[in-house]
């Protein structure tokens, strides 16, 4: 998909949401919230829609139940590009970010809020913990939210991780960067 800082793959979207799932969520109108989404993908890798829940209180659920289109907006790793750690005096600093950009329609589902709980915390805790510890806490927590499905109507990303940059100048911003994430995600772009 794309050109330039634009190109990336279905797996480079998949990858992303499932590393960095706490994305803002726009409503027409202006209503705004960071929440954590699971992405749903079809048989080849494509993202279909996004999976999650917020709380009912929540301005989105007025502004989306009036006009559900949303925009919703990832950040993947991201950092400060120094001269120092391009190993060149004569170069000029930069940002390199990973950001994706989904216009959506939002459907709400009271019906599946069961459903889009356990699935983020199996995705999160990786067995570590399930939302039966709860007890009787849960019901009264779970009534408190509504799931929701965003699906997909189109999607803008940007992976801005050194692709421009020549060999050397490359290669010594990835040995002197400091964040592990940021390195191999422009790692996995100079391919």
Request: proline letters at 6%; zero cysteines.
């Amino acid at each position: 998909m794309g050109t330039g800082f634009n190109r990336y793959t279905a797996a480079d979207v998949r990858d992303l949401i499932a590393e960095y799932p706490l994305a803002w969520v726009t409503a027409p109108g202006g209503a705004a919230s960071l929440l954590p989404l699971l992405g749903e993908y079809d048989a080849d890798g494509t993202l279909l829609r996004l999976f999650g829940h917020m709380a009912r209180g929540n301005p989105l659920v007025a502004a989306l139940g009036l006009a559900p289109r949303a925009t919703i907006l990832f950040a993947g790793p991201h950092g400060y590009v120094s001269p120092n750690h391009a190993g060149k005096r004569d170069w000029g600093p930069t940002w390199n970010f990973v950001e994706l950009a989904i216009t959506a329609d939002l459907v709400f589902q009271p019906d599946a809020t069961g459903e889009a709980l356990d699935t983020l915390v199996d995705a999160m805790e990786h067995g570590r913990w399930t939302s039966a510890e709860l007890g009787a806490r849960y019901d009264g927590m779970a009534a408190a939210v509504i799931a929701f499905r965003a699906h997909v109507v189109s999607m803008n990303g940007r992976f801005k991780l050194g692709q421009d940059e020549s060999r050397p100048v490359f290669e010594s911003i990835v040995r002197s960067h400091p964040d592990p994430a940021l390195v191999r995600w422009m790692q996995r772009f100079a391919r």
